[in-house]
């Protein structure tokens, strides 16, 4: 299939529908697995809004979720992406005759041994000396070596549809990276960002520190966005949207607190971390990280409203975590956890 001209695109996103209020997209980082259920999100978003999601004025992608916010840009829909996903046949729109194994993509369920050194020395030096300067996660990042993966598959994809070696004309696609000698979070498609193909944009942002070998842009090396944040979404402040739909599929949502019990988001995170007693140390882990994430979330969800934005909050539901387990690169759990998103997210939606 031929890949589509940057100036169909261009003409498919303008025309995709500005009346009504202006909404951006934020598409947080989750690997495998966030992606399958960001997926499943989208398409019971669109079920229940009739809001078509690629139609977004600005779309944020974080790692996995920027992959994903790059095919909504180029045109693909929700169900497009989920019959792909399933491996069923696609009839319309981009992907049709387009192969893409999600097995194999990016390597397997566990990553490469890394190479014997530190990821990123002069980083690690920085955030040595300015700790109070740095996420924690970009301080990890410094410290872990280099990985030996490779998500040039993943590049292959983009460059596949989108074509040529530039940025997607009038599109409002941005992905975030953090530049791994500085640790400074980077949104590739802003105008003061070094200049970038949207293809090497996203496998920086997909540059999980010693999982892959990070990505070079404009002469920088880029790692994973998620190392500043799973989300980013304090970064769609002042782009003039009226309401932001958020996507974090490695955050959680919290069953609301029984009756007489404090309310508020953190009460309900509160009430969600009594219940939940996993087992096993990766499990318990990843049951730490996503409870962190999800105060982060929290935190830039009350920065955008701040501003005056509306905004809505999707993320796992207990049932979905039951589905997704610890490892989010487990590609066998694949369809479940996606066609579980579809009746979870369907409920929330509504």
């Not at 790059?70 to 792909?84: C, F, I, M, N, Q």
């Not at 990016?106 to 690690?124: C, Q, T």
Request: hydrophobic share 45%; aromatic share 4%; proline share 7%.
């Amino acid at each position: 299939m031929a890949s589509r001209s940057a100036e169909a695109v261009a003409t498919s996103v303008v025309a995709a529908g500005r009346s009504g209020p202006r909404r951006g997209l934020v598409l947080g980082g989750g690997g495998m697995l966030g992606a399958a259920w960001t997926i499943g999100a989208l398409c019971a978003i669109e079920e229940a809004t009739g809001w078509r999601p690629g139609g977004a004025e600005v779309i944020l992608g974080t790692s996995a979720g920027s992959l994903l916010g790059t095919l909504l840009a180029a045109g693909v829909g929700p169900a497009e992406l989920r019959d792909h996903h399933l491996g069923l046949p696609v009839t319309t729109g981009p992907l049709v005759g387009v192969d893409f194994d999600y097995e194999t993509a990016v390597g397997g369920a566990l990553p490469p041994r890394p190479h014997p050194n530190i990821g990123s020395p002069g980083l690690l030096r920085d955030a040595v000396r300015h700790p109070r300067d740095y996420p924690f996660l970009t301080m990890v990042s410094a410290a872990v070596p280099t990985g030996r993966g490779s998500i040039a598959g993943v590049g292959e994809l983009v460059r596949r549809l989108v074509g040529g070696d530039g940025w997607l004309p009038g599109s409002g696609l941005r992905v975030t990276a953090v530049d791994y000698r500085t640790g400074r979070r980077v949104t590739f498609g802003d105008p003061e960002a070094p200049r970038a193909a949207v293809a090497d944009a996203v496998m920086a942002s997909c540059a999980i520190p010693g999982w892959f070998a990070p990505v070079e842009v404009a002469g920088s090396r880029y790692v994973d966005g998620g190392c500043w944040s799973a989300t980013n979404a304090d970064l769609m402040v002042a782009r003039g949207l009226d309401e932001v739909y958020v996507l974090a599929p490695m955050a959680l949502r919290p069953e609301w607190p029984e009756p007489g019990r404090p309310t508020g988001a953190l009460a309900a995170l509160r009430g969600w971390r009594e219940r939940d007693r996993p087992k096993g140390v990766l499990a318990q882990l990843a049951s730490r990280y996503r409870r962190a994430v999800t105060r982060q979330l929290l935190r830039e969800a009350s920065v955008l409203r701040a501003a005056g934005i509306r905004v809505q909050l999707l993320a796992p539901t207990l049932a979905d975590l039951a589905v997704i387990g610890p490892n989010m690169m487990d590609s066998a759990r694949r369809r479940d956890v996606l066609e579980t998103a579809l009746r979870t997210t369907l409920v929330r939606a509504g």
